[in-house]
């Protein structure tokens, strides 16, 4: 067997370069329309995952905002997770269809649980940033202007090296 020595430098730079291309949180799940989605295929934008239900007056209101940031922000995602495990099929995707939702949507499911963990009330909007930390959890309402101001406070704080 040869005695083989290790090149520090270059494992330390091969295991920045992994760490830097593995999200720090994924997750799969299946939209209402049936089609399969990955945390992961949304590396390099914000993604915003709001939890939400339809009985929750505050989770309606701010359905058209969440529409909005999704279409306006190319650079951003928004995924909606339904979190009512005895609501039929039928009724969500009327709902869907009823608040002309434009973002996926899908049902609370183990993965995204694992992953992100419980929400503390209704609506909770988990804002992912483009490498796939979580950085910033919020209880309550919130609107497309209140999310492009923490993503650009996010970003001028990155810039700044904080």
Not at 31 to 36: F, Q
Not at 105 to 131: C, F, H, Y
């Amino acid at each position: 067997m040869k005695n083989r020595t290790i090149n520090l430098p270059l494992l330390l730079i091969s295991l920045l370069f992994l760490s830097s291309t593995t999200l720090a949180v994924d997750f799969s799940f299946t939209d209402t329309e049936g089609k399969s989605h990955k945390l992961s295929q949304y590396k390099g934008k914000w993604v915003l995952v709001n939890f939400w239900a339809t009985w929750c007056p505050p989770c309606r209101k701010e359905i058209p905002d969440l529409s909005d940031f999704h279409l306006e922000n190319d650079d951003a995602v928004v995924i909606g997770v339904n979190y009512e495990p005895g609501l039929k099929d039928e009724r969500l995707k009327k709902f869907i269809a009823l608040y002309l939702v434009t973002y996926p949507m899908t049902r609370v499911n183990d993965d995204i649980i694992n992953a992100l963990g419980e929400p503390r009330g209704l609506p909770t909007s988990i804002l992912i940033d483009p490498q796939g930390n979580v950085v910033k959890k919020i209880t309550g309402m919130v609107t497309d202007k209140s999310l492009n101001e923490i993503i650009a406070q996010y970003e001028s704080n990155a810039a700044k090296g904080n």
